[in-house]
């Protein structure tokens, strides 16, 4: 190991150790195959170099899960993406007040932690 390699470890160590330990949020109960699956859907949606997008695309859902309940996500954005259905069957949720205002709430949440994280 050279002395820059021993040196660059030694800093990387000592800035490790002084950070203070952050526990987990209540609100941040999001379970794993969700975020999986939210992350490769941005990453898809979005263009830019696949590294770069696996960190906005992930600090979006951790900005999200700062706001919203796993219950709360899981609402909005089922509603959100249920707006888009063609037909009669969309229309029913396209017609609910409920819907609408569950939509908007996740929209904006989720445009908010977008900005946050510099996606878009």
Do not use: W
């Amino acid at each position: 190991m050279t002395r820059i390699n021993r040196l660059i470890l030694a800093v990387a160590t000592a800035a490790g150790l002084a950070l203070p330990a952050v526990p987990a949020s209540a609100d941040n109960d999001i379970p794993t195959v969700e975020r999986v699956e939210f992350v490769l859907d941005c990453m898809r949606n979005n263009s830019g170099p696949r590294q770069e997008m696996l960190y906005k695309c992930s600090c979006t859902l951790d900005e999200v899960s700062k706001v919203l309940t796993h219950d709360q996500f899981v609402d909005g954005s089922t509603a959100a993406n249920a707006m888009s259905i063609g037909g009669e069957r969309g229309a029913v949720l396209r017609d609910s007040e409920g819907a609408k205002t569950e939509a908007a709430g996740y929209r904006g949440v989720l445009a908010k932690a977008k900005k946050a994280c510099f996606l878009n």
